[in-house]
């Protein structure tokens, strides 16, 4: 359907009075009061619809809706649709048969509500009429439309709040590894150092390792201190020692009476 064929409905009022005026006899304007608004001449229903940029108001038979009279309108506020100077609710509309007769008559709502709606679908219609407009010579014509100068002017700066920026650590503040491989933690608050036992075949080192073997197992007792003659011999011999030395009665007898004393 062309947009020429199509019709639109603004305000619909199911009752309304139409009333023969005399002519306007000053420039001042419409006078409801010089009607007779108690004997309307004929009362029906409003109907306003747009066609185009034209808007209509058609008065139409309650029950039929058979059309009386109707008012084009292509302006507004103009001289098809007048309000009169001493009343909200009464208009004065000019109509036309469509054979070039017009004739202007007055129009009068019984709710003041009514009235209100009355003027207020007129107005937004044209109100839409114009925004088109604005927007087809726009559409014709892009550079017509106000530009934005978003430059910079003499003298103008701009500020960036980027936020806490953490700087980096400086390498030389962090703890270093000595070392080739990982760095062995301090042994615990009261722990012994453990002492490593020298490979098999080293000399000058079994005594000590020894008597520190001996204090460990006993715990805290006291360790057996041994006889003179026994160092002396072990000194001078070698790892293995004597047989005959190691199966000599008195250093048997020495050691064990050693350590039952200490039991």
Not at 160 to 185: A, C, D, H, W, Y
Not at 202 to 222: C, N
Request: aromatic letters at 8%; proline letters at 8%; one cysteine or more.
């Amino acid at each position: 359907m062309a947009e020429s064929d199509y019709e639109s409905v603004l305000c619909v009022k199911p009752e309304v009075h139409v009333y023969r005026i005399p002519p306007r006899a000053t420039n001042r304007g419409y006078r409801a009061a010089d009607w007779k608004l108690d004997q309307p001449d004929w009362t029906g229903r409003l109907r306003i619809t747009a066609k185009g940029n034209i808007a209509y108001i058609k008065l139409e038979d309650k029950v039929s809706g058979e059309l009386f009279a109707q008012s084009p309108v292509d302006q507004f506020p103009g001289i098809a649709v007048e309000s009169v100077v001493d009343s909200s609710r009464y208009f004065v509309i000019r109509i036309e048969d469509g054979n070039g007769r017009r004739a202007f008559i007055g129009i009068g709502f019984v709710d003041r509500g009514d009235a209100f709606d009355f003027n207020v679908g007129l107005q937004d219609h044209f109100k839409w009429v114009k925004q088109q407009s604005e927007l087809a010579k726009q559409a014709q014509n892009p550079d017509s439309g106000p530009k934005l100068d978003l430059g910079f002017k003499e003298g103008q700066t701009i500020k960036l709040n980027i936020g806490n920026v953490r700087k980096k650590e400086n390498s030389s503040t962090k703890p270093r590894l000595t070392g080739t491989g990982i760095g062995l933690l301090p042994p615990p608050p009261g722990a012994k150092t453990p002492i490593l036992l020298p490979p098999p075949g080293s000399q000058g080192m079994t005594q000590q390792p020894m008597q520190s073997s001996s204090t460990e197992l006993l715990g805290g007792f006291d360790a057996p201190q041994p006889s003179p003659t026994l160092a002396s011999h072990t000194a001078t011999t070698d790892l293995w020692g004597d047989f005959a030395a190691a199966t000599s009665p008195a250093t048997t007898q020495v050691t064990q009476s050693t350590h039952w004393v200490q039991f």
